[in-house]
């Protein structure tokens, strides 16, 4: 994350650029060139029409029994790829492996039909997935599919972030999700290059993008490298405009990089008003590459609010720092409720949106909700039967959040859970509706897609991602989500992680389930502390009604036993990590699995280090100041040098809290 902390003097006028002008026609023709391989498919036999003497369809396999291919099936009666299952336990689809660019972004789509296609999952759809020299699976981009039975023919489209470098495989595959049973048909595949806006969101660091005076940080995303473009050979503008139109200053970014342009200016000089700030990107030589804007509004005083994030990213609730620690719920009942208010848990987030005698019932153990509208997008997967249109969409809203939005019990709202990327606009139109509607409690939004979501910057006030690494993948998944949803909103905004307590056995059949586990109680923890290292200021865990689902494996006694042992850790030091004292700095010579967090709370410093992988590891800290002693919270306490610095010999997955003295 690039933050630049100097100020701007204001009155500054738009910069030509003084570049020679072939500069820029160099930047032109690599965007053509790109622009020329953006349009070949990747994807071979993408209509499965070729077939060899043998009789089977090239570059393919059908995967039987549920998968085959059908003559006369396909669109206008070409070929088609036919999947019909009725045992749920099923589970494999064709895949072929593409020639395709690390470092490069793909949009994927294939042509779907299908016919009473049922299950708890999404349908009928198409993914590209990488894996690494080792193979071992990186990431994957995955399209939102078509279920029950669809009018005729509809296009399914995903898009993907730059595919890692490492990625050595990539391949994409037309499939129906896990457990569902029906009929589907697929055609037409196509993955082509795809390059996204050289310039995307535009944030500013203050919650809502307001200030009452004081520094502010706009930073723009950018996308050069996914284009073949390198910083220096663009030019950057920021532009702030009043809300009539007229420019009232103009400077060049603090910092521009391949992923962000930056610029920190002091609003204090701002008269209060309503603002627009534009970055506009150009090639040096003049040529215009992109530009994005967004809204900023400066006041005299912040408004008073129930509940806000305030400009340490910590949620204040009526007037004190509060830390959501909670879960998931299904749905709210009571005797459940009894049971989980003597645990730990200040709070929950139930998919039921609860009634008024259930939020009365969470306010009465005391208890805090952050209450669900993330369903209410008419046209997807979960919308209510009576959620047609936009204006069915806003009504429903309207009606809860005039409910609700004065309960005191409410902390935030849910709006969004993992919508893809294609309805970014609606998701933003959802964001300014919330502002509009309750002015007093932020929005939460909760992604898979933890590597796009600069992308629905604009959609939300907390953001959430949610890996569910065991026993798939490492432990440290937790960290690595945690570290890039946090540089992907510029370190600005508030971060609530959703980390895994479940047994995917929940969630599976048959010899699936068996492959499955919940995770440990040194696994919970070294994620949960791994969020937090990361910048979490906030918890809710993936939950509690899965907690009930594994009696044969897991009873809920012994579960939630370990969730709640875990969780007790973590809210005794709460008042710690609520603390926005002034913390020393702190330096790591070590593994990039190690990750750090500081606090000041009065004379203490308190120090957490974790070990986000399943080897042990040792690392050399460095703390500003220095410090005179060190006594460990939990953990194995480092070795203090002659020199000052600390020497940690951590083991597997191990987090360390320790006290400084100073």
Known sequence: MIISTSLKSWGKRLKGSRAASVGGGCVLLAMAAVCARAEENAVRNPGFEKVDPAGATRDWSERKPAYRFADGAGRDGSRALAFENVDPDFYSFPTQKLDVQPGCCYAFEVWVRTENLKGEESGATVCLEWSGPDGKWLGGAYAEGVRGTSDGWRKVRGVTRALPTNAVRVSVAPYVRRGMTGRAWFDD???????????????????????????VTFSAGLALGEAGVKPQEVAGTFVIATADGQPFCSAVPDALTGECASLTVNTSAFPVGDYTVRFSLAAKGGAARGSAETRFRRVENLPERKAFIDAHRRLIVDGKPFFPLGMYWSGVKEPELETYAQGPFNCLMPYGSPTTN????????????????????????????????????????????????????????????????????????????????????PTWVVLYQYDQVRAYLSTFDVIGTDPYPIPGKPAGTALEWTRVTRDQTYNTRAVWQVPQVFDWGAYRKGAEREKTRAPTLAEMRAMAWQCVAAGANGLVFYSFFDLFKMPDRDPFAKRWADVCAMAVEIKRYIPVMLSAEAAPAVTCEGPAAVETRVWRSGSDVYLLVVNGTSEPVTATLTLAGGCTGVRAEFGHAPQRQADGRLLYALAPLEPVMVRLGR
């Open 189 to 215: 595949l196509s993955v082509t290059r795809h390059d996204p806006p050289l310039v995307s969101a535009v944030s500013a660091s203050t919650y809502r993008h307001t200030s009452a005076g004081g520094p």
């Open 358 to 441: 259930q939020m009365d019932a969470c306010h009465a153990r005391g208890l805090k909700v952050i209450y669900s509208l993330k369903d209410l997008y008419s046209g997807t997967r979960w919308a209510p039967a009576g959620i047609k249109t936009e204006a069915d969409e806003r009504a429903e809203i309207e009606r809860r959040v005039a409910l609700h939005r004065n309960h005191p019990a409410l902390i935030a709202w849910y709006i969004n859970d993992e919508m893809p990327a294609e309805m970014v606009d609606r998701l933003a139109a959802r964001q300014r509706l919330m502002e509009e509607l309750d002015p007093d409690h």
